[in-house]
């Protein structure tokens, strides 16, 4: 395994477990997609909490960065360990981007390099592409990251939700790549249920998300930094598309140190204030 490949073996300031809490981890399976599995009883979205009549007033789960919260307000609820199914009124509160991390932290725990991907599901809406956070571990034999979409295990949007197929899952920057070659149109990405939150800012926004996740620092869905909001708003123009551009060509390289130079970019960086 590769320096870089070990680094992505470590856990970051989101995926890092107490020590008091690697004990949870026993029992759990051995293989990467069977721990991605796992946590599919570990978490649940806020729309299917409030249906199963979870009280209203966890719905603040959902706003929980660092998995070592996550799990401590999961185990307060069951304390009972991770590969122990739980019923929906004693999961944590999240979205896809809490069942990716989850399942990114602990395949680290297990020192499997591993990865949260921020981006856009193309199979839960025909023709459109939804705003969507899936895993990635490293398969060492077919020497390849192998994506798994670790909230949908076991469900038929795909034939293998173990093992996403090439443009099932796009992250920001292969969305934007194709965005800006023409390839897509990007009123047709962004968020399911909203009527605003469609077309190249969400791509563009993504793609900032996604740099940071694979700088391990991987943040809420709505978390907004640097000039995020004012591309939102259309009020960036060809200099903050170029920088996009910059930032896509990075994350489908897989260069660490062109990666880490973006990172420490003023309009890129995550703030102190949302890690810490």
């Not at 025909?126 to 899936?134: M, S, V």
């Not at 790549?177 to 149109?185: A, H, I, K, S």
């Not at 968020?191 to 605003?196: F, P, S």
Request: aromatic residues 8%; hydrophobic residues 40%; charged residues 25%.
């Amino acid at each position: 395994m590769t320096d870089d490949l070990l680094d992505y073996a470590r856990p970051g300031p989101f995926t890092r477990l107490h020590p008091t809490q690697l004990r949870l981890l026993e029992g759990l399976p051995e293989d990467p997609v069977g721990i991605c599995a796992a946590v599919r009883s570990l978490v649940i979205q806020p729309a299917d909490a409030a249906a199963s009549g979870v009280p209203e007033d966890r719905i603040a789960e959902k706003n929980i960065r660092p998995v070592s919260k996550l799990i401590t307000a999961l185990t307060a609820l069951d304390p009972a360990p991770l590969h122990h199914p739980r019923t929906p009124g004693t999961r944590v509160i999240g979205t896809c981007r809490h069942f990716a991390t989850l399942a990114c932290a602990l395949l680290r725990a297990r020192g499997i390099a591993s990865r949260a991907r921020c981006g856009f599901g193309t199979y839960f809406l025909e023709d459109r592409g939804i705003d969507h956070w899936i895993t990635e571990y490293w398969d060492g034999d077919r020497h390849r990251w192998v994506r798994v979409d670790t909230e949908h295990l076991g469900k038929d949007h795909v034939d293998r939700p173990d093992d996403l197929a090439p443009g099932e899952f796009l992250t920001g920057g292969e969305a934007w790549v194709q965005y800006r070659e023409g390839l897509l149109d990007a009123d047709l990405f962004g968020v399911a249920g909203t009527d605003h939150a469609w077309g190249p800012a969400e791509i563009s926004g993504n793609t900032v998300r996604d740099l940071a996740a694979l700088c391990k620092r991987e943040t809420l869905n709505w978390d907004e930094w640097g000039r995020m909001t004012a591309a939102y708003e259309g009020r960036t123009g060809p200099d903050y598309d170029q920088l996009i551009d910059a930032v896509a060509d990075a994350c489908s390289k897989d260069d660490p140190p062109a990666l880490a130079g973006l990172f420490a970019h003023g309009d890129l960086a995550v703030p102190q204030h949302m890690v810490a």
